[in-house]
């Protein structure tokens, strides 16, 4: 059977002996429309299969019902596996509000803030998520200049203006530091996310605060950045063990490094918990399933979704949303355990 033409305001209208006026504002629940008559007119909205026009709505109303999700994409792809819960936690909260996720990548260059440009200039979306956030990121800035809405998973630094949500990462940093050291490690490498990313630096400051509580120097030649990627974490860990002495133990930025890490371990003929404990970060799905099961922090990225959905919709609402910092929980798994007796 062919498709029925496609009805439009006017016509529904027509069918009604109404004004577009009054039709329109039944179907969008205006309060100044009889009740008998809202009910009538989105019945026959129904019956004929009535479906507005989305453009000429949003640009009546100055709404576009979208988020944007800027995702600066590692080498790996553009969505690894730390970005799938914590996008299903966004879309979670905002669906129901009937906002739909944009979500949108870029190389953290003069690209991405160019794709971020044509979001907000062009009216796509209503407010902005960001991550990966870099300190003095120039994403923010942007932002902050145009007084758009948006959010951050991360912080550019100590402003508190913009709302974020956050692990953190100093204080993570140095508890893996101190767990380390109270099980006779004494040369605890840490292999990096990207030096520019703000978790970034807060891991370096907590690592060094936990080396120093230790009564531990922080060899500069210990500390290494990755980009996330499992073959970073292959590369940096390789050279981290051929140092002489080599660390007993290295902290990873996030699981993926981790798991590169521990492949280094295994190809130098160590075995990965006993000769070198490896400790990572975010706790992804596939954690659990390494061999060994590998020990990290859990950084709960649906509940940080989650929140940072609500932080957006307080802000199109003209509220001002406080900022979160959680704290890391270790899971203690077969990757880390006690140093070497020879390290003593």
């Known amino acids: 059977m062919a498709d029925r033409k496609r009805v439009g305001i006017v016509e529904l209208a027509r069918s009604l002996g109404l004004s577009t006026y009054t039709v329109s504002r039944a179907l969008n629940g205006h309060s100044d429309v009889a009740d008998d008559t809202r009910k009538r007119v989105v019945a026959a909205a129904a019956e004929v299969g009535y479906m507005p026009n989305a453009l000429g709505r949003t640009l009546r109303r100055g709404r576009t019902d979208a988020v944007g999700f800027l995702l600066t994409p590692s080498p790996a792809g553009l969505v690894d596996s730390y970005f799938l819960p914590l996008l299903t936690g966004i879309d979670a909260v905002l669906a129901p509000a009937g906002y739909a996720v944009l979500v949108a990548g870029a190389a953290p260059d003069c690209q991405e803030l160019e794709v971020l440009r044509r979001l907000v200039e062009g009216r796509r979306i209503d407010a902005a998520i960001l991550t990966r956030v ?14 758009f809405p948006f959010v951050m998973l991360g912080r550019d630094g100590e402003r508190p203006e ?24 004494r040369r605890i490498g840490l292999i990096n ?18 080396l120093a509580e ?3 120097a922080a060899d500069p030649a210990w500390h290494r950045c990755g980009d996330y990627t499992a073959e970073t974490g292959r590369r940096q860990a390789q050279a981290l063990l051929q140092l002489s002495p080599r660390p007993t133990a290295i902290l990873c930025g996030n699981d993926e490094m981790a798991f590169g890490a521990a492949e280094a371990v295994r190809a130098a003929g160590l075995l990965v918990g006993v000769d070198v404990s490896i400790i990572g970060c ?9 061999n060994p099961p590998l020990t990290t922090f859990r950084t709960s990225q649906r509940p940080f979704g989650e ?5 957006v919709l ?7 949303p406080p900022s979160q ?3 890391p929980e270790l899971v203690e798994r077969g990757s880390a355990g006690p140093a070497p007796p020879e390290a003593g």
């Open 314 to 320: 307080a802000l199109l609402r003209g509220e001002t």
């Open 307 to 311: 929140r940072l959905a609500h932080q």
């Open 162 to 185: 913009t709302p974020f949500v956050d692990a953190d990462h100093r204080a993570g940093g140095r508890a893996a530091t101190a767990w380390l050291a109270a099980r006779g490690h």
């Open 214 to 216: 230790a009564g531990l």
């Open 282 to 290: 975010d706790d992804i799905p596939i954690a659990a399933l390494a």
């Open 193 to 210: 996310t990207p030096a520019q990313v703000n978790a970034s630096r807060q891991r370096l400051v907590g690592w060094q605060e936990g």
């Open 134 to 147: 870099r300190v003095d990121d120039p994403r923010a800035a942007y932002l902050r200049r145009l007084d």
């Open 325 to 327: 910092l959680g704290v």
